[in-house]
């Protein structure tokens, strides 16, 4: 599975984006698809995931209430939507796969088989 993220860009405290992260390679509607983020200086962090259909979203409590992550199996696509950001938010955001028979750990990157290059997301104040 390859995957590639994209729609990254400055965006002012409160403002919205929307990044992407396309996927080609093998059927993109059997994984479960996560996005991660890494600030400088800091640890990689779960932003949020999504399962195979879509039927189960997990958010981190610092992005509850303002991301939400949706998926369109059809264009083996998953979204982000990004609201209300702040400084904080300021980090490259990377999209991940992992394999159906996975249950559970899905804030946990060590259970992820395909990652993607990141798409730098700066939110100004």
């Known amino acids: 599975v390859q995957l590639q993220a994209s729609g990254g860009g400055l965006v002012e405290a409160g403002g919205s984006l929307r990044v992407s992260c396309a996927t080609s390679?093998?059927?993109?509607?059997?994984?479960?698809m996560g996005w991660f983020r890494q600030a400088p200086g800091k640890e990689r962090e779960f932003v949020a995931a999504?399962?195979?259909?879509?039927?189960?979203?997990y958010y981190s409590d610092s992005v509850k209430g303002r991301f939400t992550i949706s998926r369109d199996n059809a264009k083996d696509t998953v979204y982000l939507q990004m609201n209300s950001l702040k400084p904080e938010d300021t980090a490259v955001y990377s999209c991940?796969?992992?394999?159906?028979?996975?249950?559970?750990?899905?804030?946990?990157?060590?259970?992820?088989?395909?990652w993607g290059q990141g798409t730098q997301v700066t939110v100004s104040s």
């Open positions: 991940a796969a992992r394999r159906p028979n996975i249950d559970g750990g899905w804030t946990d990157p060590r259970t992820y088989d395909y």
């Open positions: 390679g093998r059927t993109f509607s059997y994984y479960g």
């Open positions: 999504i399962t195979w259909n879509g039927g189960s979203l």
